[in-house]
């Protein structure tokens, strides 16, 4: 069963405002990372300092996490193992050339122990090519 926005954010220790259930709950929407300008575009009347405050609160909680890709930082909605201490990140990210979308593809996965001398807490590997909506 899908947990409410608000017991989400008691879980990441997270104070809830109107701004975070809306950001929270339009990035459960989406399938691809949004950048913080695509977010703010969504959210155009808001203040964009507060959009901004907002992903960082949620990344530093362990409810987002970021991807790098044509030096862009994008955001996507962490799984529920994620904590504040560690993002458990250990999945490709896909980049298509094509509609420049980034999407998590957890069905990669990579293991956490890589070498067991290391502690490895996040890994960011980004493919890029054609995503299959734009090869159809």
Known sequence: MKKSTEDVFKDKDIRLTTMRILIYEYL???TAALSLAE???YFHKADK???YRTLQTFLEKGLVHKILDENTTKYKL???ICSQENHKDMH???YCKKCHETTCKD??????NIDSRLQIDEIQILAK???DKCLK
Do not use: R, S
């Not at 069905?107 to 956490?112: D, L, Q």
């Open 49 to 51: 300092v507060t959009i």
């Open 107 to 112: 069905e990669i996965v990579f293991p956490e």
């Open 28 to 30: 459960e929407t989406v």
């Open 129 to 131: 090519g054609i995503c």
């Open 92 to 94: 490709l990210h896909f």
């Open 78 to 80: 962490c799984a529920e």
């Open 39 to 41: 977010i703010e575009k």
